[in-house]
């Protein structure tokens, strides 16, 4: 009889010895799944200098940590990612396996699964446990958001799932909280790789910009047209105390950051209300919004799919709508 | 050293539905996969461009494999008229249903039945799966390493110098051969069929490889072989109590910001 797996492992991907949101997030949901499962929660973070971490990952739900600090881990290296991973799994055996859906995560997870014979899922939204046997319920979006599916691994041990980030809710940090903390050897056979890390650059946001946490947000699509109308949408959301987002194809074009894109592939936002200018409302967007409290829709196109979901829909030309709205925005104020 | 000699390059691509004529059927919760036409996943076009560079710059052979339905050869002879040398195709009714780790297993006896292979190459991500697993996963099993959302491709005396672009930075990278790179839209701008590749994709014959030529179980591949299973789908919806304002501009602006108010939002 092999030894029973147990346990929820959180790979931690930290940045600049700081431990990233998705990695608060998914400690949050490990715990609260932890819970219902009658298991432990276990973070598992490698880098260089980030001993200091292990108290945060106890304080957002961590039950022990691994860590494996050394040198080597300052950058992330696929291969040497995969081998630590791989081997600590092999030897403590998890009954679960989080990391999140980040290009880093994307790259080694895999690895990681097909060394040790079982599922991944990629790209969760959403984690469960079933009440009868325990089993991960794994939920995910398919065909750009417009099927969602629940995938499980029953047979296989660890499940592993790869999580969206911005997705799960973090729990409040509770600093009190008492967790154990195992210094692991960095072995140097994890270290033999022909990958050479040359240099690496990471651009300032993490992720952390102030559009999860809005109460209000105006969004600017494809149907914006003039950078004119891009100032007026911004003064808007000023008169409004919104926060500035935008679909894809506005920072594809880079008109807006990045940072600033709501969205499967971006961030999901869950204000009070939600202004979209010139949004058509393709699916990967909206999966983004879906939870906002009050939509509405500006867009000249009445076809438009984002009025499916509307609060308010006005079937106008931006052009007409930006100057009309800060008149009266501005005449009330 | 990749100077030295002649690159052989494998290139794994897959037939997936065309995204602009999928449907979905909101009774059963699946993708009504008949009414989509089937084109080469777009990010595979641009491994295939990067594969066609190297072998430009260092000479050598591409060997393109996909594992699907038969109909998946129409695919390969796609990738054969923009320029690839050899194809195979990987199928066999084992294989069908099945999940990431099953699919590695199969793309990975392929690639080691061939004679050899200094660099594989896949796309970031296929369209219809969006799992971007298959790659780094078949290099785990070939025991090579990855790298993936590769954008940028610099060759040096002994290695390859990458550029990976993140969500959230850039990473330039080392690393020496054989390796399996995942690749990113914006390395290169995918080259179209040339008449004379056209004639000879008609032409040549491309093998078919099941479990028997792969030296594969049934139950190692396919439903049987995948550890993963879906067991729900919906069709997503989202509903809203819609109310659609009328009027002048002005009208439907005031009558906004009235509601607003009354939300407290304004």
Redesign the interface.
């Known amino acids: 009889m092999t030894q029973k797996n147990t346990g929820i492992w959180v790979w931690c991907e930290t ?1 600049e010895n700081a431990m990233t949101s998705v990695s608060r997030e998914l400690l949050s949901e490990a715990s609260r799944l932890a819970l219902k499962r009658g298991t432990v929660t276990c973070a598992l973070i490698f880098g260089s200098d980030i001993a200091l971490l292990a108290k945060e990952a106890v304080s957002f739900g961590a039950d022990r940590v691994y860590l494996v600090d050394h040198p080597a881990l300052s ?2 290296n ?2 040497i990612f ?1 081998a630590i991973l791989t081997d600590l799994a092999r030897q403590y055996r998890p009954e679960i396996i989080l990391a999140g859906a ?3 995560g ?6 990681v ?3 040790l ?7 969760c939204i959403g984690l469960d446990i079933r009440e009868e046997d325990g089993v991960l ?1 794994q939920t995910r ?16 041990k660890p499940q592993m799932a790869t999580v969206r980030p911005g997705v799960l809710k973090v729990s409040e940090p509770d600093h009190l909280r008492q967790g154990e903390v195992i210094s692991v050897e960095c072995n140097q056979e994890w270290l033999t ?11 300032i ?3 952390s910009s102030n559009l999860a946490e809005a109460e ?1 947000v105006v969004c600017i699509g494809r149907g914006i047209g003039s950078g004119k109308n891009l100032e007026m949408a911004k003064e808007v959301a000023a008169l ?1 105390h919104a926060e500035i987002g935008a679909t894809r194809p506005i920072t594809d074009e880079g008109l807006l950051d990045k940072a600033l894109q709501i969205g499967q592939t971006g961030v999901n936002i869950t204000p ?2 939600y202004i979209g200018f010139g949004v058509s409302g393709a ?1 990967p967007h ?2 983004g919004i ?1 939870n906002a ?4 829709a500006v867009n000249k196109d009445p076809k438009a799919p984002i ?11 931006v052009n ?2 930006l100057p ?2 800060l008149k ?2 501005k005449g ?1 104020g | 050293m990749i100077e030295a000699k002649r690159l052989q390059i494998v290139v794994c691509i897959k037939q997936v539905p065309d995204a602009k004529s999928v449907r979905f059927d909101k009774e059963t919760g699946t993708l009504v996969r008949e009414s989509a036409a089937a084109v080469i996943n777009p990010y595979d076009l641009h491994a295939l461009e990067a594969g066609f560079g190297l072998r430009e710059k260092l000479g050598g052979e591409i060997t393109v494999i996909s594992m699907g339905p038969p109909q998946a050869m129409d695919a390969l002879r796609e990738a054969v008229s923009m320029g690839a040398d050899n194809a195979v195709l990987l199928s066999d009714r084992a294989f069908a249903g099945a999940d990431t780790l099953a699919t590695t297993r199969v793309l990975a006896a392929a690639i080691n039945r061939l004679p050899g292979f200094d660099l594989v190459l896949c796309g970031k991500l296929t369209v219809d799966g969006d799992t971007a697993q298959v790659g780094p996963g078949l290099a785990c099993r070939l025991n090579i390493p990855s790298i993936t959302c590769v954008n940028h491709i610099d060759l040096e005396k002994e290695a390859m110098l990458l550029t990976r672009t993140y969500d959230d930075g850039q990473d330039v990278v080392k690393v020496k051969l054989p390796v399996l790179l995942t690749v990113n839209k914006s390395l290169n701008t995918p080259r179209l069929p040339s008449f004379k590749g056209k004639m000879r994709a008609k032409s040549l014959q491309i093998p078919v490889w099941g479990c028997a030529e792969l030296g594969l179980e049934p139950a190692e591949t396919g439903l049987a072989g995948s550890p993963t299973r879906v067991i729900k789908t919906e069709v997503v919806s989202f509903e809203a109590k819609k109310e659609m304002l009328t009027g002048t501009v002005q009208e439907q602006v005031n009558a906004l910001l009235e509601r607003l108010k009354a939300h407290g939002m304004a």
Not at chain 1, 141 to 156: F, K, R
Not at chain 1, 193 to 203: A, G, Q
């Open positions: 940045h950058s992330f696929d291969d995969t980040t290009d880093r994307l790259a080694f997870i895999p690895r699964a097909t060394s014979e079982t599922g991944l899922t990629a790209n319920l979006p398919a065909w750009e958001g417009n099927l969602m599916a629940t995938i499980v691994c029953a047979e296989q790789t022909n990958i050479e890390i040359i240099s690496s650059s990471r651009s946001n993490t992720g209000a409004l009070r209300l699916m909206v999966i879906k409290e009050v939509i509405v009025f499916e979901m509307s609060t308010y829909g006005l079937v106008a030309d007409e709508v009309a709205m009266a925005l009330e």
